[in-house]
């Protein structure tokens, strides 16, 4: 079994080597803190509690922040780990000091729980600057207890300036941190058998050399913040999210099956970080036909690079575009806020038809479990009654 643990980017890359014919598991974890201070085992008092907060874990169950691969499991082939980000905040037991994570809406949901919490737990949140060392510790845990299996760490993007704007990414920190932990990370190969290195700075290379040399092209997603006055929109500040690379998780698959064959990460020709990306972006303008196109492709990415294109042309109202595909819009959580922030820009009852279109979609998609329903769709509601002037 090939086991993939972290946050989304080994979901996906689960998903591509899957798609290669291989059995695959994900995991989903919160924190390195949770299985360097575990005891090996689900606490005896955590146990009991694991059904009543499900949903509060958000994918992290117990089994995966203290055992990652349990004595259950089927014995790992391949562990492959990424620099995942941290869940805050994270809870430290008073006496035994395991590190766990759970939703603190929990407490308001469950009367009881917020007064049991608080008799036996403190509060933590992880300092970004010694990120890379509590991460070691967890490495260094699982090789003791898994000896003999190869561990493949993936060294996240850093922030070049091409990948503008303001390119950031979920664990905190990163930018800049990041030139520091991929040396930290290489020291690891050297001192921690059985711990490999794959850096996607040098396999995005590889692909940008081949592909549309625009980081819109492969990572589409924007983060916005709003400057107001009264209700009223003043400026727009954008970040590009570097977490979600839509072309590099088959190009990472196939190197991955090519470590399974040979023992080790070999990069090509081309794979070097390019000049270009010290260069600072700039906003490349679309057609409408080109928007319309990718808005109709029913993708995430394509979706969300339409909708990012249309902040570049502020002086026209995109919103007709949405309404005219608004049936193929795909229920994507980071693509829902940067149309959720046109509409603030660009208030227009139109958006109305749109948001009760893909409420029937939203409704459907249970993939990501109840709660991401539930705020999805109370997002959808925000949306409509401010395209109706409401607030």
């Not at 399974?260 to 303008?285: C, D, F, K, L, T």
Request: neutral net charge; proline residues 6%; charged residues 25%.
């Amino acid at each position: 079994m090939l086991y993939f643990l972290g946050n989304c980017q080994m979901d996906f890359l689960s998903r591509a080597m899957a798609g290669k014919g291989h059995e695959c598991e994900y995991r989903v974890l919160a924190s390195p803190f949770t299985y360097a201070s575990s005891p090996g085992y689900i606490p005896a008092e955590l146990g009991p509690l694991a059904r009543d907060l499900e949903s509060f874990f958000h994918g992290r169950s117990l089994v995966n922040q203290f055992e990652m691969i349990s004595s259950d499991d089927r014995p790992p082939r391949l562990v492959v780990m990424n620099l995942f980000h941290e869940n805050s905040p994270l809870f430290m037991h008073q006496t035994d000091k395991y590190v766990f994570f759970v939703d603190a809406k929990s407490w308001e949901l469950i009367p009881w729980f917020e007064t049991w919490m608080k008799d036996r737990f403190g509060m933590i949140r992880g300092n970004p600057a010694t990120y890379m060392k509590r991460y070691r510790d967890m490495l260094e845990k699982f090789l003791s207890r898994f000896p003999g299996v190869d561990v493949v760490v993936v060294v996240r993007l850093s922030h070049h300036p091409a990948f503008g704007p303001d390119p950031y990414s979920y664990l905190e920190g990163w930018g800049e941190m990041a030139g520091e932990a991929l040396q930290t990370a290489r020291s690891w190969m050297r001192e921690l058998p059985g711990v490999h290195v794959v850096e996607l700075d040098r396999l995005f290379a590889g692909i940008w050399q081949k592909s549309e040399k625009s980081i819109e092209a492969h990572c589409p997603f924007l983060k916005f913040t709003l400057r107001e006055d009264r209700g009223r929109v003043t400026g727009v500040q954008a970040s590009r999210d570097v977490e979600h690379i839509g072309s590099m998780w088959p190009v990472l698959a196939d190197r991955l099956v090519e470590f399974m064959e040979i023992g080790r990460i070999r990069y090509r020709s081309g794979e070097s970080v390019p000049e270009e990306w010290n260069v600072a972006w700039r906003p490349r303008r679309l057609s409408e036909d080109a928007m319309l196109a990718l808005l109709s492709s029913g993708a995430n990415y394509h979706c969300a690079r339409a909708v990012g294109a249309f902040f570049h042309d502020l002086d026209t109202d995109y919103t007709e575009l949405l309404v005219r595909t608004r049936r193929l819009t795909p229920v994507c959580h980071n693509t829902l806020h940067m149309i959720r922030t046109y509409g603030r820009v660009k208030p227009n009852p139109a958006l109305g038809l749109w948001c009760r279109a893909h409420r029937m979609a939203a409704k459907d998609f249970t993939d990501n479990g109840p709660l991401y329903q539930e705020e999805y769709l109370q997002r959808l509601d925000e949306m409509e009654r401010f395209s109706l002037g409401g607030q």
